[in-house]
C-alpha cells in the first residue's frame, strides 16, 4: 500500500462525520467563505438534474456544476444582497446522517450521506431537499478536504422546490 | 381615479393609446375566470410545443408530457412514425403510461388491463367476450391529438383539427428557428440529455414577459454582470450611447404573437463568440466553428448566427434562447398564481465532446434553477405575483416603454412585449 494510499485507509467514520457536521453548521449560518476553506483547490460541486442523478456534467445539463472558479463566484453572489434569490437569506437546517466510507481509491475517500435540509422563506411552507451526498474526501495538509460533491435531489423533478439557489 | 388608475378599459385587460400608452390589468394575472377564457381561447386553439425529434431516436420511445393541460404520450411508434397520444385509456380514463420516459413495446392500463399498440391502436381487451356486438377495437384506440406538426424537428400539437399549418402560424418565428439550426453543420440539432422542471409561484405570463425582456438585466442580474466582469468580459455600455447594455438589440414582431429579442452579443457563445470564461484552450476550437459556419453560411449569414443573441417566444408558451447557450423551455399554469417550466439544452448533433462540456458549462453561468441569474428572474416573478394581491387597487401595468420612439424598438423597450398582449388580448378578449 502506497502511502498516500494508507494515510487515506487511516481515516475512520467519525472523522468524516466530524467533517459533514460542521460543513453543514457553516452552510446553515452562512459563513460561506470558512465553507470555502473545506473545499480542495480543484474542488467541484455537482447538483445532477432530478431525471439524470448519475450523469456526467460534460455531456448531461445539470442543476449545477461548478468547478471551483465559478464556486467562488457563487459564493461572492451569494454574499451579495442583490443576489435576490436568497435575499434576505433563507433559514437552513440540515440534518446529515447514514455516513459512510464507501471506498478509498488512493489517496482519495469516497465517502455517502444522507441530507435532510429545510430552507424557510418568510410566508411561503418549507422547502424540503432530500437526498444524498455522495463525495470525494482528500487530505491536504493534515486537514480533510471535500474535492467533489454531488448532491443528489431524491424528487422526481425541483417542481414546488424550485431554485437551488443557495449552497444544497 | 383618472384614467391612469382605472385603465380606462371599458372592461377590457389590454388597453392602448397608439404612440402614448399601453396598460394590462393585473387581473389577467389573478383571475381564474381569466385563466379559463385562456385555456379555451389560447391552449385549445393555438399551436403548443410537445417535444424534439431527437428525443424520440429509436421506434418504441416515449416521453409522457403535460401539454396545454392534457396528459400526452409523445411516442415514436414501432413502425417509426412520431405521435402524440393521448395518456387516457378508452375504457374509463386512466393514464397508460406512467413513466417520465423510455422504450415501450405498447401500452398497458393497470386498471383493468387493456392493452394498447405504440401507435395507439388497442390490442387486446382482457375478456372482451362481454362486450356487445357494436363494440369495435378498430375504434377505441388512444385518441391522437387532433393535429401534430413540426418545423425543423420541433414538434407541435394543436386540439383544434381546423387550426391553419403549423408553418402558416409560426410566420417569420420560422426564421429564427433557422438561425438556431443553422449553428449545425448538417442542419440537425438535439436536445441534450438532462430536464430542468422547477415551478415558480406567478402567472405563466409573467415568464413570457420575462423571457424577453431585457430592461431587468441591470437591476435584477447585477450579480451575474459581476461574475462576468470578474471573469473579463466587458459589460459596460459606450459611454454617452444612452444604452443600458453593450449593445443596442432590437425587440420584434413575427407576427401571430411571436416575439424577439435580437441583439449584437457581448456576453460570449459557443457558437461562436469566445470570451476569457472558457479559458485561453478554447480560442483555436470556437475559431475552428466560426470558420465552419463562414464557409457553409457566407459571412453575413455566419455572423448572424454567431453575433447574435436571440430570444425567442414562439407565442402562446414556447421560448426558445440562443444566448450563453441555447435553451429551449415550455410552461404551464398550473392556476393562476403559479407555473411549471420544463427546460432544456439544445446542440448541434456533431458537436464534440469538448464543445458539448463549453456549451453546457455556458449555460449554467446564466440559465436554469441553480444558474447565476434565473432563480433571481424566479424571485423578481414572484415578487411581482405578490404584489399583485392589490390588484383592486394598483389596478394596472404600465408597458409604455419606448412606445413613442418612430424608430425601432430597442430590446430594452416593452415594443415586443406588447406584441405579445396585443394577440393575447385578440384572442382572449374578442368575444368577451
Ligand atoms: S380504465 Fe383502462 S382498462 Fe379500465
Ligand atoms: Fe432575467
Not at chain 2, 140 to 164: I, T, W
Amino acid at each position: 500500500m502506497s502511502a498516500p494510499r494508507a494515510a487515506a485507509a487511516a481515516v475512520s467514520r467519525a472523522q468524516v462525520e466530524d467533517l459533514f457536521y460542521r460543513e453543514a453548521d457553516l452552510l446553515d449560518r452562512w459563513q460561506l467563505d470558512e465553507w470555502l476553506g473545506m473545499l480542495g483547490e480543484d474542488a467541484v460541486y455537482l447538483v445532477p438534474p432530478n431525471d439524470k442523478p448519475d450523469a456526467d456534467p460534460r455531456s448531461t445539463l445539470f442543476t449545477i456544476a461548478d468547478d471551483i472558479v465559478r464556486l467562488r463566484e457563487r459564493v461572492i453572489r451569494l454574499k451579495d444582497p442583490n443576489c435576490h434569490a436568497e435575499f434576505p437569506p433563507s433559514r437552513t437546517r440540515r440534518v446529515i446522517g447514514n455516513v459512510r466510507i464507501t471506498g478509498v481509491e488512493d489517496a482519495t475517500i469516497c465517502a455517502a450521506a444522507n441530507f435532510i435540509v429545510y430552507r424557510f422563506r418568510r410566508d411561503t411552507s418549507p422547502y424540503v431537499f432530500v437526498g444524498q451526498y455522495r463525495n470525494r474526501l482528500r487530505r491536504a495538509g493534515g486537514e480533510l478536504k471535500i474535492v467533489e460533491r454531488r448532491a443528489i435531489l431524491d424528487a422526481e423533478e425541483l417542481g414546488a422546490l424550485g431554485s437551488v439557489s443557495f449552497i444544497l | 381615479m383618472n384614467e391612469r388608475h382605472n385603465g380606462g378599459g371599458n372592461g377590457r385587460l389590454v388597453v392602448e393609446v397608439p404612440k402614448t400608452r399601453f396598460a394590462v390589468s393585473r387581473e389577467a394575472f389573478v383571475s381564474g375566470a381569466v385563466m379559463r377564457r385562456e385555456q379555451d381561447a389560447i391552449f385549445d386553439h393555438c399551436w403548443i410545443y410537445v417535444g424534439h425529434a431527437s428525443e424520440l431516436r429509436n421506434p418504441g420511445d416515449f416521453k409522457t408530457r403535460q401539454v396545454a393541460g392534457r396528459p400526452v404520450i409523445f411516442v415514436r411508434d414501432r413502425q417509426g412514425s412520431v405521435r402524440a397520444l393521448i395518456n387516457s385509456c378508452r375504457h374509463r380514463g386512466a393514464t397508460v403510461c406512467r413513466e417520465r420516459e423510455g422504450n415501450a413495446r405498447g401500452f398497458n392500463c393497470l386498471y383493468h388491463g387493456w392493452s394498447y399498440n405504440t401507435d395507439g391502436s388497442l390490442r387486446g381487451v382482457p375478456g372482451e367476450d362481454a362486450y356487445p356486438p357494436g363494440f369495435d377495437k378498430a375504434d377505441m384506440g388512444l385518441r391522437a391529438v387532433a393535429r401534430l406538426e413540426h418545423y425543423r424537428d420541433f414538434y407541435f400539437v394543436n386540439f383544434d383539427a381546423r387550426a391553419e399549418a403549423l408553418e402558416t402560424y409560426l410566420a417569420d418565428a420560422k426564421d429564427y428557428i433557422d438561425l438556431v439550426v443553422d449553428q449545425s453543420p448538417s442542419g440537425r440539432m438535439e436536445i441534450i440529455s438532462g430536464t430542468q422542471e422547477y415551478d415558480i409561484r406567478a402567472n405563466w405570463k409573467l415568464l413570457v414577459e420575462n423571457s424577453v425582456d431585457d430592461y431587468h438585466l441591470l437591476a435584477t442580474h447585477s450579480t451575474w454582470l459581476n461574475y462576468m466582469r470578474n471573469s473579463g468580459v466587458n459589460v459596460t455600455p459606450p459611454k454617452g450611447s444612452g444604452l443600458l447594455l453593450p449593445t443596442k438589440g432590437q425587440g420584434r414582431d413575427l407576427g401571430n404573437g411571436h416575439l424577439t429579442t435580437d441583439n449584437p452579443n457581448f456576453r460570449g457563445r459557443p457558437v461562436a463568440k469566445w470570451i476569457s470564461v472558457y479559458g485561453e484552450e478554447a480560442k483555436a476550437d470556437i475559431a475552428a466553428i466560426r470558420a465552419e459556419l463562414v464557409a457553409r453560411l457566407g459571412e453575413a449569414r455566419a455572423s448572424r448566427v454567431a453575433d447574435t443573441n436571440r430570444n425567442l417566444v414562439i407565442f402562446p408558451n414556447l421560448v426558445i434562447a440562443d444566448g450563453s447557450s441555447v435553451t429551449v423551455r415550455h410552461f404551464y399554469p398550473l392556476g393562476p398564481d403559479h407555473m411549471r417550466v420544463v427546460a432544456w439544452a439544445l446542440g448541434p448533433v456533431e458537436e464534440t465532446e469538448a464543445q458539448r462540456a463549453r456549451r453546457l458549462h455556458a449555460f449554467l453561468t446564466f440559465y436554469g434553477p441553480g444558474g447565476f441569474a434565473t432563480p433571481d428572474d424566479v424571485a423578481a416573478l414572484e415578487a411581482v405575483q405578490q404584489g399583485y394581491a392589490a390588484w383592486r387597487e394598483v389596478g394596472w401595468n404600465d408597458l409604455s416603454r419606448g412606445i413613442a420612439r418612430n424608430d425601432d424598438q430597442l430590446n430594452s423597450d416593452e415594443g415586443h412585449l406588447r406584441v405579445f398582449w396585443r394577440r393575447w388580448s385578440e384572442l382572449v378578449e374578442a368575444h368577451a
